[in-house]
């Protein structure tokens, strides 16, 4: 006897009708009357009176639907379990550069974890270029990233762009552009690179960009973090280009200006092994994409529909 016996009898009881039965399983009439008389065959007994309309069980039938009925909810709830003590030890391991948690990252993470409760997600902050390494080691599944590192055994996905903005301390000059202002404006100012982990990061990104405009910052200084070259931009120690969404944090007596130069801007990538990407990492690039959608981010939707 298997489960799919047990179905197809609950389901005639349940519609008092071959017919409507077989409609029901979306399987014909005769394959289904022939394993009804299969199982009454291996019972031994008659389940159903023979002529009553609307079809009625025998007391033998009437007594293996309840048992019947109660056997498929437990089969239903062990599968149910098994899937769920199954997913537990799946694990999604997440790397970030810090600035993007000022971004749209943390609303992402904290979506895919609603849409899959039964992943474990874990993030670490690590650098661009250590992603890398970490990627090719699994100690991470994928990793965001501000810079095109190129490896062989990494696929590097391009997210979206986002501009980059000056952070000034509101009595400084340079604040009374609002509307926006150009590199080469900002070349003769005291200026914050940063991090200062491992080369190449954000600050080799900028220096770049100077370069490709002919520039060269006359003082600059190279601190530990964005946070840090804040709070010396607030001391009125200097200024600091800075992704367009660091403008969220709200630190006292800072502002911060657009960069008007048209390839002033810092791209995000998300970096995967090189393999065909899991049903797990295919679910986290939805999520991405509807927070994109919700939030009216631009992005390559025909670079989206040839990943996917």
Do not use: W
């Amino acid at each position: 006897m298997e489960l799919r016996h047990l179905r197809y009898f609950v389901a005639v009881v349940e519609e008092q009708s071959f017919t409507k039965a077989a409609e029901r399983l979306f399987i014909a009439q005769p394959p289904l009357s022939r394993q009804i008389q299969n199982l009454e065959q291996e019972l031994g007994t008659q389940l159903f009176e023979r002529g009553s309309r609307p079809l009625q069980t025998t007391a033998a039938g009437h007594f293996f639907y309840q048992h019947a009925t109660k056997l498929l909810a437990n089969a239903e709830e062990i599968k149910s379990m098994t899937q769920r003590v199954g997913s537990t030890d799946r694990v999604v391991r997440i790397g970030f550069v810090s600035s993007l948690l000022y971004g749209l990252l943390p609303r992402i993470i904290y979506f895919y974890r609603q849409q899959y409760p039964q992943l474990k997600v874990e993030v670490l902050e690590i650098s661009t270029k250590d992603q890398i390494q970490a990627l090719k080691e699994g100690k991470i599944d994928v990793g965001f990233g501000r810079l095109r590192i190129s490896d062989p055994a990494v696929r590097r996905i391009l997210l979206r762009e986002e501009r980059l903005s000056i952070a000034v301390r509101n009595s400084h000059p340079l604040s009374q552009h609002q509307q926006g202002i150009f590199l080469a404006d900002i070349a003769d100012e005291s200026q914050f690179f940063y991090p200062t982990t491992s080369k190449p990061n954000f600050s080799n990104q900028v220096q770049a960009l100077y370069s490709e405009h002919g520039l060269a910052p006359k003082y600059t200084q190279e601190v530990r973090d964005i946070q840090v070259a804040l709070g010396l931009v607030a001391a009125g120690e200097g200024i600091c280009i800075v992704p367009e969404s660091a403008s969220k944090v709200q630190m006292p007596h800072v502002s911060y200006i657009p960069l008007m130069d048209a390839d002033a801007i810092s791209p995000i990538f998300l970096a995967m092994r090189g393999l065909e990407p899991s049903d797990d990492i295919r679910a986290l690039f939805g999520c991405i994409y509807q927070i994109y959608d919700l939030e009216g981010v631009k992005y390559d939707r025909e670079a989206v529909r040839h990943f996917f």
